[in-house]
């Protein structure tokens, strides 16, 4: 896949052509409402863009994960949101193929904007089927991607209509991409990964691939008691993970053998109780109580982690340091948090965070917007990070 091949949106002629936009609305929903509208608020200024340069806009997406039709998975509050929040009248579709589509784009204006119902209405969205795909392309003359958080899937919606009109790559698909790549591909070094989080598992192809690319690697989380644990240190009670000492101790090698440095914490926050208020102590990782767990960096770990980002101008990360959801295990995370956000707000450093937790975590410490680029692309992310191609990506970059 060669990246350079994305062609943006921003450089075609759109003028009265019918544009399937390939949206992410699928946003939080609870009692016929959308709970957090900043997925959609992100994504009207590209469709206003195009209102406005005369194309006949057409949003697809998924919602849910509907296993058929039914009232509970209709993307018509959302897309009444959508209205809303771009202050201007958006049509909707009952569904986003046939005649009842069809319809409604006709009756479209040059600069108008329709909504078609879920694509997962429809069997043949995820298994990419031909005959969907086809349906689909019927009603469009150009295809746009701007659903980077929908990459990994090759769905008829994400990557099948890619190959049946032009496909061009949307204002936040290039953004996502760019930033990835000023922080993997292109980086000003150093670099560093911070990679944490509950378990070393989930996220072995994470840590070789990035492993290969960064200078340094800090790992948190309970994926660091894994790394100390297989190094010979008693970790009392913390969440750990024997079966992967092995993996642990493979990746410590390598590293020691290219030249990477691997920073884990040397103290930490413990606690004999994983709960709000419960009472912790600061041990040295070589201290740990028999009865207690550790949920975060100590003060003596944050304070080299502070060293080791200073001499950084690039930094990515994935997953919390600590159990940051409850307090004080969330000290860590935020203090390193609200100096990734100074040093970049600075301009000394390009960071680039993504992951639920990770976005939580940033939000909770209030530094979100500072930071150079966050993704809430979660899976995609996550499969980037691994070094993997994404189909929809792939699609568009032929
Ligand atoms: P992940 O989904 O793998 O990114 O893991 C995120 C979760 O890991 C968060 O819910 C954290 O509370 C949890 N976590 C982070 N550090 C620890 C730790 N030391 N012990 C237990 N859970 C942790």
């Given at each position: 896949m060669n990246l350079d091949k994305l062609k943006p949106i921003?450089?075609?002629?759109?003028?009265g052509k019918r544009v399937i936009v390939r949206a992410d609305l699928n946003v939080p929903f609870k009692d016929g409402k959308v709970t957090d509208t900043s997925r959609l608020a992100r994504l009207v200024p590209g469709l206003k863009d195009l209102s406005a340069r005369g194309a006949k806009v057409i949003v697809m997406s998924h919602f849910g994960r509907p296993k058929e039709r039914n009232p509970k998975d209709s993307l018509k509050p959302v897309a009444d949101t959508l209205a809303s929040l771009a202050g201007m009248p958006i049509a909707f579709a009952?569904?986003?193929?046939g005649e009842v589509a069809a319809n409604a784009i006709a009756a479209l204006p040059d600069g108008g904007i329709v909504v078609l119902e879920n694509?997962?209405?429809?069997?043949g969205e995820e298994v990419n089927r031909p005959r969907l795909v086809e349906a689909m392309a019927a009603l469009g003359d150009i295809y746009v991607n701007d659903a980077f958080s929908a990459a990994h899937r090759a769905h008829a919606s994400t990557e099948g209509l890619a190959h049946l009109l032009p496909a061009y790559a949307g204002p936040l698909m290039m953004e996502e991409i760019n930033a990835l790549k000023s922080a993997l591909e292109v980086p000003k070094r150093p670099t560093a990964a911070i990679v944490g989080g509950a378990k070393v598992s989930t996220k072995i192809p994470v840590l070789e691939n990035l492993l290969a690319k960064v200078d340094k690697l800090i790992i948190g989380g309970g994926m660091a008691n894994t790394f100390l644990q297989a190094q010979g240190v008693n970790v009392g009670k913390s969440l750990s993970e024997p079966d992967f000492h092995k993996t642990a101790l493979e990746i410590i090698a390598k590293a020691k053998a290219t030249g990477r440095e691997i920073v884990l914490p040397v103290d930490g926050v413990v606690a004999t109780e994983f709960k709000a208020g419960a009472t912790s102590q600061v041990v040295d990782v070589n201290a740990v109580?028999?009865?207690?767990?550790?949920?975060d960096f100590g003060p003596k770990s944050i304070a080299h982690l502070a060293q080791v980002i200073d001499a950084c101008r690039t930094v990515l990360w994935n997953g919390p340091?600590?159990?940051?959801?409850i307090a004080p295990f969330g000290e860590g995370t935020f203090a390193l948090a609200r100096q990734v956000a100074a040093m970049s707000k600075a301009g000394r450093l390009v960071s680039v965070a993504g992951g639920g937790d990770t976005v939580a975590a940033l939000n909770a410490a209030g530094v979100?917007?500072?930071?150079t680029y966050v993704s809430t692309a979660g899976g995609a992310f996550l499969e980037w990070l691994e070094g993997r191609e994404l189909p929809g990506v792939a699609a568009l970059a032929r």
């Open positions: 921003s450089a075609a002629d759109v003028k009952d569904d986003c193929v694509t997962r209405f429809h069997t109580p028999a009865d207690a767990m550790i949920l340091l600590g159990a940051f959801e979100a917007a500072d930071f």
